[in-house]
């Protein structure tokens, strides 16, 4: 796996205000996703010691640091481009059209991945996934890298950890999730995501 960077946000970071509050984001991209960077850096920079001295004592440790920050890496880059400025609505197109086959509308989807986001046990995503077919499906992945399923894309990622919102909402994760699919998800990059995984 390559080394990481800490992707630079694609807005300022008060440019979701009010949804998204330019402190939280500040800290949420600079701290907590730089951690996760660093995290998997530093576990790729053990693996390669430990290829180079044949000492996979460490193995079990590294491989699950790997999944964790790199996981954290991974769904913290399509986070931050999946909002915009003035976000929300529907989604229209291939991806409607996508939506409408796997859930039977737009509302049964959204009810499914509010519900699913917000009963995440403890700190995790809800995600929409995709696979190479079409096929649409909601995640609901605790930490970041359990319960995912193999070969699934995700495409919209909605992190609940407490990082994400506890400044600004407290305990009112609902409130989260709602102001995040009402008002800053960036259908335009969901619906791109899509057209990339589909082949
Ligand atoms: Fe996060």
């Known amino acids: ?21 330019a402190r939280t984001v500040e800290l949420h991209h600079g ?8 995290g998997l850096n530093a576990a790729l920079d053990k693996l390669e010691a430990a290829r180079a001295a044949g000492d996979f004592a460490a193995i ?11 996981g954290g890496h991974l769904l913290h880059s399509i986070f931050w481009t999946n909002m915009k400025p003035g976000g929300g609505g529907t989604p229209t197109g291939e991806l409607a059209a ?21 009963a995440v046990e403890g700190s ?12 649409l499906a909601v995640l609901q992945v605790e930490k970041h890298q359990n319960q995912l399923l ?6 919209l990622v909605l992190d609940v950890w407490e990082h994400a919102y506890y400044l600004k909402y407290q305990n ?11 008002h800053l998800v960036n259908w335009e990059d969901v619906a791109q995501r899509l057209a990339a995984t589909v082949r």
Do not use: C
């Open 31 to 38: 701290k907590h996703h730089q951690a996760y960077v660093n």
């Open 60 to 70: 079990k440790h590294l491989a699950r640091e790997v999944a964790f920050h790199g």
């Open 98 to 118: 996508a939506i409408g086959r796997s859930f039977g509308s737009f509302a049964a989807f959204s009810a499914q991945l509010r519900a699913a986001t917000n």
């Open 150 to 155: 193999p070969g699934w894309v995700p495409i």
């Open 124 to 135: 995790g995503w809800g995600i929409l996934a995709a696979e190479p077919s079409g096929e």
């Open 1 to 21: 796996m390559r080394k990481a960077e800490l992707p630079p946000l694609p807005y300022a970071v008060d440019a979701l205000e009010p949804f998204y509050d």
């Open 172 to 182: 009112r994760r609902a409130e989260w999730v709602d102001a995040f699919l009402d």
